[in-house]
């Protein structure tokens, strides 16, 4: 599986962003799909999942604020980001893997990762 993210940019605090990650392969539907993101000086974390048939798991800093979805059509997991915040400024990866899990190890593909500043 390839992943490749997008969709990242600058936006001011209060602001909204919708990333992408398009996936190649026939076998998109069967992957967990997961969110996770590294700012400067920080250890990756774990944002955002979802199943393959469209369970969810949040980090509770993004609960309320973003949202995780799919289209199993297009290959394509989406991750709405609104009422960002300065702290939610990293670099944002997306990854596929065998479980909904919350844990890094156990996503097997990664995409390349996509910037995301939010400024105050």
């Known amino acids: 599986v390839q992943l490749q993210a997008s969709g990242g940019g600058l936006v001011q605090a209060g602001g909204s962003l919708r990333l992408s990650c398009a996936a190649s392969g026939r076998t998109f539907s069967s992957y967990a799909m997961g969110w996770f993101r590294q700012a400067p000086g920080k250890e990756r974390e774990f944002v955002a999942a979802?199943?393959?048939?469209?369970?969810?798991l949040y980090q509770d800093f993004v609960k309320g604020r973003f949202t995780i979805s799919r289209d199993n059509a297009k290959n394509t997991v989406y991750l709405q980001m609104n009422s960002l915040k300065p702290e939610d400024t990293a670099v944002y990866y997306c990854a596929a893997g065998q479980v909904l899990v919350r844990s890094i190890s156990s996503y097997d593909y990664w995409g390349q990762g996509t910037q995301v500043t939010v400024s105050s």
């Open positions: 979802i199943s393959g048939s469209g369970y969810r």
